[in-house]
């Protein structure tokens, strides 16, 4: 399982929210190309990048996005928040994003969506945000007005990347990650899963590894205040890796 640690941007400093709360907000680093190097030189491979202005329905920190590609290694970042079209997502991928976030798109223009997938096979990622078994879009300010499972139907012959899976509830209050809902998605969807929210853990992330249908795990606020080390959390995806591995060869 890959370690996907989260570098939320809010008016150019990396920030993290609780439960999506914007006034539930702390800063962590002022200067978010640190979080970026921290995290290149402890060879993170992929980090999941949210531009949180856009997703609240502000300006884009375009500038800021793409200097922190620039800085990346190539196929490093995946990029969410306010990617809500045709043009924001191709300026996502000339910026040197590699995958693309989505949300709103995936509910209110299914055929652009689907048509994006085919376009860019394996670099759409479908996210489901998901409180109390509703789906939410716009920074989690609405309501999608559809069920998860009619969602991930509609998905289950794209290539998309990967389904995102985002637990509203536990999301930034370090109370453990919902894995149950995670796997049930990506059953549904076909396709691998993302784990998103409340990750606090090496426990959590040990858990999380032994279930076949996760690929990733996003952590955020656990890294930052230091419940869960860096070094920790990659050491445990390793292990996985090797495992995986192990068995792999064993199989063949």
């Known amino acids: 399982m890959q370690l996907l640690p989260a570098i939320d941007l809010r008016r ?4 993290r929210l609780e439960r999506g709360d914007d006034g539930r907000r702390t800063v962590y680093d002022r200067e978010p190309a640190n979080a970026l190097r921290r995290y290149r030189e402890a060879g993170v491979s992929r980090i999941h990048v949210v531009d949180l202005d856009a997703a609240f329905g502000g300006a884009p920190q375009r500038q800021l996005v793409e200097e922190l590609a620039r800085q990346a290694a190539p196929g490093c970042i995946q990029l969410g928040g306010g990617l809500r079209d045709r043009p924001s997502i191709e300026w ?11 949300t709103s798109l995936l509910v209110r223009d299914f055929d652009l969506f689907a048509g994006l997938c085919r376009e860019y096979p394996g670099r759409m990622i479908a996210a489901l945000d ?5 789906v939410r879009l716009a920074g989690w300010t609405e309501s999608a007005d559809r069920s998860p499972a009619a969602l991930c139907a509609q ?9 995102l899976v985002t637990d509203i509830s536990r999301d930034g209050l370090m109370r453990g990650p919902n ?3 995670a796997c049930e998605i990506g ?9 998103s929210g409340g990750v606090r853990s090496a426990a959590d992330l040990e858990a999380a590894s032994r279930r076949p249908e996760l690929d990733a795990a996003i952590v955020g606020r656990a890294l930052y205040d230091g419940s869960l080390p860096l070094d920790e959390a990659i050491a445990v995806c390793e292990r996985t890796a ?4 192990a068995v792999s060869g064993r199989a063949s």
């Open 242 to 245: 090797a495992a995986v591995d």
């Open 155 to 163: 998905l289950a012959d794209l290539p998309v990347a990967a389904v």
């Open 130 to 134: 998901i409180d109390g078994g509703e």
């Open 179 to 181: 894995v149950d809902l």
């Open 12 to 15: 150019g400093q990396v920030v």
């Open 187 to 195: 059953r549904m969807a076909g396709a691998p899963a993302i784990l």
């Open 92 to 102: 996502a991928f000339a910026a040197g994003c590699e995958r693309a976030v989505v």
